[in-house]
């Protein structure tokens, strides 16, 4: 089946820092992968996505490369503020109609 | 324009107790998904609507729970006869259409529903 798996947090980092959070993927055929955001007391919203391999989904200074030989979407950024404090999500979809499978979440606490 | 609305907010229930959870999607969304977020968890698929239709409802837990879309817009999760495990955050996300996995999928604040 499908599932998600992110490394377990919370990671918490001084700011300028560099971040990466790691996300492994089980899938049959092609996926999409995304990266969901929830800042505090805030909803769900998305941060970016790669539709196929190789792409690259970018947004606000953070990155995630699709690498289907690693099976892995895993999230960076040079250099993180204290505002970036939020949990993090890393999903799929899998032409299911398009719902979505999330990973448990990995929650970033950002130190000035 | 206006996001995602869901009411109530939050929800404090007896056990055994009926409730409505409703969904207000982004006007002209046509795809709804409901998903339940236990605490410390991602959120978890329930079922999905295309237009009226609920085109996959494989993720409710069991009949206790079931959904509407009667004019393709508003959304309501209904459980029955709740119990302590119900508890949980419910989000409902639009999108504009399903016709891809890529669509990106709108985000309300979701339900905090406690079953005591």
């Known amino acids: 089946g499908n599932s998600v798996t992110q490394m377990e947090g919370p990671v918490t980092l001084s700011e300028e820092a560099f971040l990466t959070i790691n996300c492994t993927y089980t899938?049959?055929?092609?996926?999409?992968l995304f990266w969901y955001v929830q800042y505090p007391g805030e909803g769900l919203q998305l941060l970016l996505k790669?539709?196929?391999?190789?792409d690259k989904g970018s947004n606000k200074g953070f990155e995630a490369t699709y690498r289907k030989e690693t099976t892995s979407f895993h999230l960076e950024k040079g250099s993180v503020q204290v505002s970036d404090s939020a949990v993090y999500f890393c999903?799929?979809?899998?032409?299911?109609?398009?719902?979505?499978?999330f990973g448990q979440g990995t929650e970033l606490s950002v130190k000035p | 324009g206006a996001g995602v609305s869901q009411t109530p907010s939050n929800k404090v229930t007896e056990k055994g107790k009926y409730v409505e959870l409703r969904c207000d999607p982004i006007?002209?969304?046509?795809?709804l998904y409901w998903y339940r977020q236990s605490l410390g968890q991602g959120p978890e698929f329930l079922i999905y609507f295309q237009g009226t239709g609920a085109a996959d409802d494989s993720g409710l837990p069991n009949d206790r729970f079931f959904a509407v879309r009667p004019e393709g817009s508003v959304s309501t999760l209904k459980i029955q006869r709740t119990e302590r495990g119900d508890s949980a955050v419910y989000l409902c996300a639009s999108s504009p259409q399903d016709t891809t996995s890529t669509d990106t999928q709108y985000f309300g604040p979701g339900t905090r529903l406690t079953v005591l």
């Open positions: 006007s002209g969304h046509t795809a």
């Open positions: 999903a799929l979809s899998n032409n299911q109609g398009g719902k979505l499978i």
């Open positions: 790669a539709t196929k391999a190789d």
């Open positions: 899938a049959t055929g092609y996926p999409s």
